[in-house]
């Protein structure tokens, strides 16, 4: 009996010691997340705070601005993709303490950026009436689709000026993330939510002598917020050399040796194409739900507003999948990376069961706080549900895509992400919109199960160690 006991006792932690980490794993995972946590969570709970005073005016506003944040959105994932093919590079480079490998890397960010920043903005200015229009062609149900073509025209045409802030900054925290810093970017981002909430307040509503400037006066804050945090990235960066000892004789030149373009070109354009198709295939799902009427758009952009707010646990550890597994790929620890991997992801999608509990509970009181129509608040309760009961499944596909890029692995996650979603969500739902009659949750929610298939083929890619690879080495 005494065998049987100890026998089942050897399997237990056998079983634990596999699919948990002892209480030094966590506190090393949790360096490096909780501060990616907290700067997304502040930031995307400022957005909420800022969705809800521009939700106070009325519902074409917030219509209006939740179509171009859904464009704009298009774009901040080109830039991630552009930037992610050479920060799988970097992320290796300084597993092996690399500095000019880093400065390469930084240089080729800085090049891509440009490029994505330049196309974005001309493509917005000629053609930026005609995408909000896309999203307009539902039923009014009692708004004015018209007021809401005009107040998003308002609100891009002074966004477009914070696109050159982003980029930078997006330069500069991804190198840093990539090399283990992210306290600073957090604290940085904090700064500038707090510039962001303070001038929405004093220019949404034209408090304190401040001009009343609604839609505009968001998108003033937000551009204002994206150059102090801009500022506060790069001089910190600058004035740190000791430790940032890559930034020391960065600008000496922009140039990037041709065979290193190359590399980082076959590694990132397929991550460039990737995060552009997704965002594309994402304001494609809107586009669909949008053709059920102007209460849908309204209802999604709630539903969205405080979805982001809890999802940064897992977007944070994705992101941490990425820092930690490419610098032990980097390093040759292909065991210990791989069993880091697994713990990883399994603390990921339990940590989220916890957090989609707390979702739904806040699902039917979220929607009170905006000055709509009961129809949409219904809507948006209902769309959180749905997201909340997905939550652990969008953890564990989340953990799976980075795992397989921190490896190199751009091509199949490629194929696992952008094409996926091209070839299942959007079919999904673009049938189901314009030829039933089903309710849009219920089209919503099977977009969602959809999503079983990637599970499933995430699990067997990740299973299998596909992404076990030293691409640095290579």
Same mark, same amino acid.
């Given at each position: 009996?005494?065998?049987?006991?100890?026998?089942?006792?050897?399997?237990?932690?056998?079983?634990?010691?596999?699919?948990?980490?002892?209480?030094?794993?966590?506190?090393?995972?949790?360096?490096?997340?909780?501060?990616?946590?907290?700067?997304?969570?502040?930031?995307?709970?400022?957005?909420?705070?800022?969705?809800?005073?521009?939700?106070?005016?009325?519902?074409?506003?917030?219509?209006?601005?939740?179509?171009?944040?859904?464009?704009? =959105?298009? @774009?901040?994932?080109?830039?991630?993709?552009? *930037?992610?093919?050479?920060? #799988? /590079?970097?992320?290796?480079? %300084? !597993? &092996?303490?690399?500095?000019?490998?880093?400065?390469?890397? =930084?240089? @080729?960010?800085?090049?891509?950026?440009?490029? *994505?920043?330049?196309?974005? #903005? /001309?493509?917005?200015?000629? %053609? !930026? &009436?005609?995408?909000?229009?896309?999203?307009?062609?539902?039923?009014?149900?009692?708004?004015?689709?018209?007021?809401? *073509?005009?107040?998003?025209?308002?609100?891009?045409?002074?966004?477009?000026?914070?696109?050159?802030?982003?980029?930078?900054?997006?330069?500069?925290?991804?190198?840093?993330?990539?090399?283990?810093?992210?306290?600073?970017?957090?604290?940085?981002?904090?700064?500038?939510?707090?510039?962001?909430?303070?001038?929405?307040?004093?220019?949404?509503?034209?408090?304190?002598?401040?001009?009343?400037?609604?839609?505009?006066?968001?998108?003033?804050?937000?551009?204002?917020?994206?150059?102090?945090?801009?500022?506060?990235?790069?001089?910190?960066?600058?004035?740190?050399?000791?430790?940032?000892?890559?930034?020391?004789?960065?600008?000496?030149?922009?140039?990037?040796?041709?065979?290193?373009?190359?590399?980082?070109?076959?590694?990132?354009?397929?991550?460039?194409?990737?995060?552009?198709?997704?965002?594309?295939?994402?304001?494609?799902?809107?586009?669909?739900?949008?053709?059920?009427?102007?209460?849908?758009?309204?209802?999604?952009?709630?539903?969205?507003?405080?979805?982001?707010?809890?999802?940064?646990?897992?977007?944070?550890?994705?992101?941490?999948?990425?820092?930690?597994?490419?610098?032990?790929?980097?390093?040759?620890?292909?065991?210990?990376?791989?069993?880091?991997?697994?713990?990883?992801?399994?603390?990921?999608?339990?940590?989220?069961?916890?957090?989609?509990?707390?979702?739904?509970?806040?699902?039917?009181?979220?929607?009170?706080?905006?000055?709509?129509?009961?129809?949409?608040?219904?809507?948006?309760?209902?769309?959180?549900?749905?997201?909340?009961?997905?939550?652990?499944?969008?953890?564990?596909?989340?953990?799976?895509?980075?795992?397989?890029?921190?490896?190199?692995?751009?091509?199949?996650?490629?194929?696992?992400?952008?094409?996926?979603?091209?070839?299942?969500?959007?079919?999904?739902?673009?049938?189901?919109?314009?030829?039933?009659?089903?309710?849009?949750?219920?089209?919503?929610?099977?977009?969602?199960?959809?999503?079983?298939?990637?599970?499933?083929?995430?699990?067997?890619?990740?299973?299998?160690?596909?992404?076990?690879?030293?691409?640095?080495?290579?």
């Amino acid at each position: 009996m005494g065998e049987v006991m100890n026998s089942s006792n050897l399997k237990n932690t056998h079983a634990q010691s596999k699919w948990f980490g002892n209480r030094a794993f966590y506190k090393m995972i949790l360096a490096i997340a909780v501060p990616i946590m907290v700067q997304n969570g502040i930031t995307n709970f400022v957005s909420l705070l800022d969705n809800i005073m521009v939700g106070q005016i009325g519902t074409e506003q917030m219509s209006g601005v939740a179509i171009v944040n859904q464009l704009i =959105f298009v @774009y901040y994932l080109c830039i991630f993709g552009g *930037l992610s093919g050479a920060g #799988i /590079f970097t992320a290796q480079y %300084f !597993g &092996q303490k690399d500095d000019e490998g880093i400065r390469h890397t =930084f240089r @080729y960010k800085i090049w891509m950026a440009l490029i *994505l920043t330049a196309g974005a #903005i /001309f493509l917005f200015v000629v %053609f !930026g &009436q005609g995408l909000i229009q896309l999203y307009l062609n539902g039923s009014s149900d009692g708004g004015n689709l018209q007021a809401a *073509l005009r107040y998003g025209k308002e609100y891009m045409d002074v966004m477009l000026l914070g696109l050159p802030a982003f980029m930078m900054t997006q330069v500069y925290v991804s190198t840093l993330r990539e090399c283990g810093e992210t306290l600073v970017p957090m604290k940085a981002g904090i700064v500038a939510v707090l510039v962001n909430l303070a001038f929405n307040y004093l220019l949404i509503y034209g408090e304190l002598g401040f001009p009343a400037l609604g839609v505009t006066g968001a998108a003033i804050a937000t551009v204002l917020s994206r150059y102090v945090e801009a500022v506060i990235v790069i001089v910190w960066t600058h004035r740190h050399q000791v430790k940032n000892t890559f930034i020391v004789g960065m600008y000496r030149t922009l140039r990037v040796p041709a065979s290193l373009v190359r590399h980082f070109f076959i590694k990132g354009v397929p991550l460039l194409v990737n995060e552009t198709l997704w965002a594309a295939a994402m304001a494609m799902l809107t586009q669909c739900y949008s053709v059920r009427g102007l209460s849908v758009v309204a209802g999604m952009n709630i539903a969205n507003t405080i979805n982001n707010v809890f999802n940064v646990v897992f977007i944070a550890m994705g992101d941490s999948v990425a820092i930690i597994i490419g610098q032990l790929l980097g390093a040759g620890k292909m065991e210990e990376a791989k069993d880091t991997d697994r713990k990883m992801i399994v603390f990921s999608v339990m940590s989220c069961i916890g957090i989609a509990a707390v979702m739904l509970i806040v699902a039917p009181l979220f929607p009170h706080l905006y000055n709509t129509t009961d129809q949409t608040r219904e809507l948006a309760a209902r769309f959180i549900m749905v997201q909340a009961i997905f939550m652990p499944q969008a953890a564990f596909m989340h953990a799976a895509y980075f795992t397989l890029r921190s490896g190199g692995k751009t091509i199949v996650t490629f194929l696992f992400d952008s094409v996926f979603v091209w070839c299942v969500s959007v079919p999904i739902a673009y049938l189901l919109s314009r030829y039933t009659d089903l309710y849009v949750v219920y089209i919503f929610a099977l977009v969602q199960i959809g999503d079983w298939v990637k599970c499933a083929i995430g699990f067997v890619l990740v299973k299998k160690g596909v992404w076990l690879q030293n691409i640095v080495k290579q």
